[in-house]
Every structure is written in C-alpha cells, then in structure tokens.
C-alpha cells in the first residue's frame, strides 16, 4: 500500500513539446481542426492584399471621334478625344485620373499599404506577446481590416483613399503574423514544419480567389467591400472556435487554462492525459517528486519584449541575421513577381497563374524540410534563386532569350516562395515564446521594407533589377550560414531554457 502512495506520489513536470509527445499527440484532430481554422484568416488577408492590382488598374480606353492619334497613349490626346471602357468608375486610375503626370501615384499607395504593414507588425507582435494574446491579437486585427477596408470603398477623393489604405495595411501586418504563432504553437515539434508551410497554401489560395471575387465585382469600390465582408464574417463565425495559445497562457503565469487546453487536446486526439502529469517552463520541466498544489497554482507572468531580445547576445545576433534574411527574402519575393506578372494574359488569369504556380514550392520545401532541416534548405533556396537571377541579369531581352530570361524569372520566384515562407517557421522557432511574435514583428516589419523597395527596384528596368535580387539571394544564402538549426528542437518558452539548451 506504502509503495503505491509513493508511486502516485510522483509528479511529472513537462514542458509542452513534451507533453504534446508523451500524452496529447502531435498533430490529431484537435491541431488539424485548429490549424484549418485558424489558417482561412490568410485566406482573407490576402484579399486585402491582392486588391490593389485590380482596383488600382488602368482600364482598357477607346477613341471617341475619327481624329484619334495618341500612339497607343492616352497622355498625347486632349480631352473629349478618348474614353474610358465601362465608365470612370471602374478603378481608382479612372476615376480620380492617376495617369500621365500622376501615375506616380498607384505606386505610391501600395508602399504606403507595405509601410502600414511594417507598423502593425510591430505593434500586434508585442500586443500578442503580452497582455492581448495570440486569439485576442488576431481578433482585433481581422476586425479592424474588416472595418477599414470596408470604409475603403466609401473613399471620396485619392488622398482619404491613400490613408484608409495606410490604416488597413496597418492592421494586415498582424493578422499573418498571429495566425501563424497561433496555428503552430499547439503543434509537436516533429510535426510543426510540415504544417508550418501548409499554412501559406492558404494564403495563395486566397490570391486566386480574390481573382474569382474581382472578376465579378468589376467596380472598384464593390470590390472592396466584397474583398472585406469575409474579414468579419471570420471574427464572427470562426474566432469563437478556437483557443488561445497554451503557450501564451504557460508563460503568462495561467497554468490552469493552459493545462485545460493540454487535457481538451488529448481527449480529441483519442489520448488521456494523467493527473500525476503537470506543465511546467523549460527549465522546470523535469520527473521529481513535489507537491502538486505547488505545480497546479498560477504563477507569476514571465513577460519579454524586443528589447530583451537585443540584451540577450545569442538572440541579438540571431534577430540581427532574421532582419536581413527576410529583407532580402521579400525584395526578391516581391520584385521577381512583379517582373512575371508581364505574361501576356489578362490580369485575372495573370494574378491566378502566379498563385497556382507558387503551391508546388511549399509542397516540395515541406518534403525536404524534415529530411534536410531549415538551415541547409534556407541557403540553398536562396541561392537557387539567386542563381537564375544572375542568369535572367546577363540575358538580353530579345529573341529567344527572352524567353530564357522569363523562365529564369519563374525558376527564381519558385526558389525564393520557399524561402520567404520557410522563415516564417525557422524565425518562430529561433526565438522563446515569451519574445516569439515581438521578435516576428521585427522581422516582419523588415520583410515589409522590402516589399516597399521591390516595385522600385523594378523601375529600374534592364538587367539592373534581376543583377539587384541575384546579390540579394546569395548574400542571404551567406548570412544564413550564421544561424543555428532548430530541426526538431523544442520550441523554448523562456530566455533561460534557451541559453540552458545551448549550453
């Protein structure tokens, strides 16, 4: 009797990683409802995303009259002598005349959208590192792109249509970041690769989507409310399914409702989780016995921010080399697909294909992903890409080598879609879970700076732009020597079990 109140006496302190392991499954049926669930708020931020090529268009003109000579130019007739096909309001471009001296101005508001990105990023990854949380971070900022890209379509002249634009890329920098932490937190971490790159088929998906949704709704301002409903129709109908991060809930100090999700898990994976068996931080996960009020009271909130991050030498230098990778990962990203999209189809069709063509990157870097680890595979889709783009720089742009040219651009943007969501998974996994979305946020906002540059880099024409994403490539090829592989490393909860692993 003795030897079995001793034997129960025994308490088992886990970590997540751990107890996702040995007690609820890696990746049953609770994860795969949770992960899909989640994961549809990509779907919708790409909308607001891939809105602007069709609602900043310029729209197909004709000749009003028989003295129409404007050598294919709107810019060399005068007034009265051309009109717009289907009305002035079909675009922002027609219907506010962003063309000729002021065509500067499409450009402008999509890097106005991308620096909107790069400030929410930062903020909604410390509000999801603190007191709002991963659910509570994504809940705000799906409603606030409902909201403002709703408004949007009520824009009365470009200036207020420039700021709502600002206002809606500001809260699109969070929605992709939350929705990732939060889709791969309660997954195992032999599993959380895989399904970390599945995530990004729904953002393509959401890309060839809002080409179906603009396709039908051929007005500007109807496509930007029928491009915002799902947003809150998403708040309303699938946020309330899902659970917040126990992670979130083990490093704020919230032990019981991060072990009720831990038991919730378990039983829907068809598993049991026993009651000699408590959650604990990373450097107090161990099997010893102690007193289980101990282990099941709430503890004191263990609370990061980026500043820690840059205090802390390990991750510093780590923050330091995420911020270039991605930088580069997105100028390439970005730049090389805006020199594709020059295919001669219609722009739906055109914006269709590329999403399409980007899926059998995430498939094929999901495979190697778990033979090769992130490291070897981060250097080496960098380089691939940009290797072609050194090749597509030194081929001139006539003939037959045109055609080489587009096919080192394609091969380049299917290199590069690997990479660009590849670190998205290396750079969660770089960082503890209490500076996890802070230290994303900062990447993130580097990875926007680069969406910013791309369509300048483009301006440049010639063989510059391809030479510009070829250094850039091999450069982040080479600063991703400097990180370490986290293949199948737990993911830490606090600084002190990051630095106690490395040890």
């Not at 690769?193 to 007005?219: N, R, W």
Request: net charge neutral; hydrophobic share 50%.
């Amino acid at each position: 009797m003795s030897a079995e109140k001793n034997s129960e006496a025994v308490v088992e302190k886990l970590s997540i990683d751990e107890m996702l392991q040995k007690h609820c499954g890696e990746f049953g049926k609770w994860q795969l409802k949770h992960f899909v669930l989640t994961n549809l708020a990509w779907t919708f931020y790409a909308f607001h995303i891939m809105v602007m090529p069709f609602a900043d268009r310029i729209p197909e003109w004709r000749c009003v009259g028989r003295d129409c000579e404007g050598g294919g130019s709107v810019c060399e007739l005068r007034p009265g002598e051309w009109e717009w096909v289907g009305g002035r309001s079909s675009s922002t471009v027609s219907e506010w005349g962003l063309i000729c001296g002021d065509k500067f101005k499409v450009g402008l508001v999509q890097s106005i959208f991308f620096a909107g990105c790069m400030i929410g990023a930062g903020i909604f990854g410390h509000l999801s590192d603190s007191f709002l949380g991963r659910k509570g971070s994504l809940t705000v900022a799906c409603t606030l792109n409902g909201i403002f890209g709703c408004i949007t379509a009520f824009s009365p002249n470009y200036w207020i249509y420039t700021i709502l634009r600002l206002l809606t890329g500001f809260s699109s920098g969070g929605v992709g970041l939350c929705a990732f932490v939060l889709a791969t937190e309660p997954i195992g971490p032999t599993k959380r690769g895989s399904a970390g790159m599945s995530t990004f088929y729904f953002f393509s998906s959401g890309i060839a989507l809002v080409s179906l949704v603009a396709y039908i709704f051929h007005m500007w301002r109807h496509l930007y409310i029928a491009a915002s409903i799902p947003s809150l129709l998403y708040v309303f109908i699938v946020i309330p399914f899902l659970s917040e991060s126990p992670r979130w809930y083990l490093v704020r100090g919230r032990i019981t409702e991060a072990t009720q999700i831990m038991a919730l898990i378990a039983s829907s994976n068809g598993r049991h989780l026993p009651s000699g068996v408590f959650l604990a931080l990373d450097q107090e996960s161990s099997t010893n016995e102690e007193e289980e009020e101990f282990l099941m009271e709430d503890k004191v909130a263990q609370i990061g921010s980026i500043v820690d991050v840059i205090r802390f030498p390990m991750t510093r230098t780590r923050l330091l080399v995420a911020i270039v990778l991605n930088f580069v990962g997105s100028l390439v990203y970005y730049g090389i697909s805006l020199n594709v999209v020059n295919l001669k189809t219609n722009l739906y069709m055109n914006v269709a294909l590329n999403a399409i063509a980007e899926m059998p990157a995430f498939g094929i870097t999901a495979v190697l992903l778990e033979r090769y680890g992130r490291k070897p595979l981060t250097i080496g889709t960098m380089w691939f890409s940009g290797f072609f783009c050194l090749l597509g720089s030194l081929m001139k742009n006539v003939g037959i080598w045109k055609i080489v040219r587009m096919v080192c651009g394609i091969l380049g943007v299917f290199g590069m879609a690997g990479t660009y969501n590849l670190l998205f998974i290396y750079t969660a996994e770089l960082f503890p879970t209490v500076v996890r979305n802070a230290a994303l946020g900062c990447t993130n906002q580097a990875a926007e700076m680069g969406a910013i540059l791309a369509p300048i880099v483009v301006v440049m024409g010639g063989w510059l732009p391809f030479a510009v994403f070829a250094v850039s490539g091999i450069v982040g090829g080479a600063f991703a020597f400097l990180l370490p592989e986290t293949h199948n490393q737990p993911l830490y909860d606090t600084f002190a079990g990051l630095v106690a692993a490395s040890v």
